[in-house]
């Protein structure tokens, strides 16, 4: 490795390392952080680069701000600088949430039970928050929000994968046949990369999607079938953030991996942490045993569920300025988008709803921490620390 190549790595790590310590707020907070740190301090990108992968990231299933970092050290130290970015971004947070599962089962008492309730009230304004956001965003017209609708209604009826997956498909297909395409500028400086690695990339994508289904049903212990669920649910998640919650409570909560109470609870303090969201897999992996062998499921986790979508970057980045024209890819990608409104809607009423919502007085709180995000803008983490403060306070107070 030539000098100039591990100072530019060096370089990588220490400011994606950074980010992943300081960046709170969620995906588009995220990526605030990283057109202040990677456009206007350090000069990588123009603003039209920096707009063309945020473009890309959000046509692409998985996460759209690790996503976006992922191509920003792919562009500055090759397949390398990729990695080091999102391991240097991905790991505080990972680590924070494996440390919290690790001590959530010494959460006891009256204090303890009332700290955990507090997270999951802050679950039910965060939620609600992106909802309402992503429907404002994804659903402008009357036909992507009858697409939200149904697929709401189809994840609530069929309920689980099958549920999520047929709402997808359906919001999809409705979405080529109704959907009308926004006319997009062809692009001055466009995203390019390497073909070098653009076909193992998309054949790897689509041998995991379809041979780890079926070496998890042949073979036996936890690390495979984690493996499966975990890179499925990756590749399944159009929108990234709050997206993932319905697919991975369909994943880990159905087959008992996990109890629904310490799904949610560990949701709630995920909105804590800085970094992406998508780390709640480490937490979901901890959970499942103790010990080393729950450290090792969510190292497997959170690489699996982040490993599809940068996958498919590495595949479709250099055949983005062709994709990004077709009308056809718009319209699928439009209706997909409304069906994950009506998918994550469908969750907000269960399992969260359902979980959180025992009292009038919780209604008032989460009521509380919805006006707050929605309408004064406190960064969730503020929202964490005052709920949980309530929540112990009243529950301490009978």
């Known amino acids: 490795m030539s000098t100039m190549t591990a100072s530019r790595l060096g370089e990588l790590f220490r400011t ?4 992943g310590l300081t960046a709170f707020g969620g995906p588009v907070a995220h990526l605030g952080y990283f057109r ?14 920096f707009a063309d992968l945020v473009a890309l990231c959000q046509f692409l299933p998985g ?5 976006v970092g992922f191509a920003i050290g792919l562009r500055r130290g090759g397949l390398r600088g990729a990695l080091v970015a999102w391991c240097a971004f991905t790991l505080p947070s990972a680590v924070a949430l494996v440390l919290f599962a690790a001590g959530a089962s010494a959460l006891g008492g009256e204090t303890g039970q009332a700290l955990i309730h507090g997270l999951k009230l802050v679950a039910v304004a965060v939620v609600a928050h992106a909802v ?22 189809l994840a609530l009826l069929l309920g689980g994968a099958a549920g999520q997956l047929g709402a997808i498909l359906v919001g999809a297909g409705v979405g080529l046949w109704r959907c009308r395409p926004a006319p997009m500028p062809a692009s001055v400086q466009p995203v390019t990369a390497s073909r070098r690695w653009r076909l193992p990339a998309l054949v790897a994508f689509l041998a995991l999607l379809l041979l780890l289904p079926l070496m998890a049903a042949a073979g036996s212990g936890p690390a495979l079938a984690v493996m499966a669920a975990f890179y499925r649910t990756g590749a399944l998640v159009f929108g990234g953030g709050h997206v993932v919650l319905p697919l991975l409570q ?9 109890s ?29 045993a103790p010990g080393v062998h729950g450290w090792l499921l969510a190292a497997l986790a959170t690489v699996m569920i982040f490993l599809p979508g940068m ?11 062709r994709l990004r024209a077709s009308a056809r890819a718009q319209r699928l990608i439009q209706g997909a988008n409304a069906a994950v409104v009506g998918i994550l809607a469908a969750a907000l009423y269960d399992p969260i709803w359902q979980s959180a919502i025992l009292a009038p007085l919780d209604i008032v709180l989460a009521a509380l921490g919805f006006g707050l995000l929605t309408r004064w803008h406190w960064p969730a983490w503020r929202v964490v620390v005052l709920l949980v403060a309530a929540a112990v306070g009243f529950g301490l107070l009978g």
């Open 250 to 258: 369909a994943a880990v909560v159905e087959p008992g991996w996990v």
């Open 16 to 19: 994606f390392l950074w980010l």
């Open 311 to 321: 996958l498919l970057l590495i595949g479709v980045l250099p055949h983005w300025e």
């Open 63 to 67: 996460p759209a701000s690790s996503q």
């Open 260 to 288: 629904q109470n310490t799904f949610i609870t560990g949701y709630g303090a995920a909105q804590a942490v800085p970094g992406p969201l998508f780390t709640f897999a480490a937490y979901l992996g901890a959970a499942m």
């Open 132 to 153: 309402w956001g992503m429907a404002r965003k994804l659903c402008p017209d009357l036909t992507r929000a009858t697409i939200a609708l149904i697929a709401g209604c």
């Open 36 to 49: 202040e740190a990677f456009v206007v301090r350090r000069r990588w990108l123009s603003e039209v680069d």
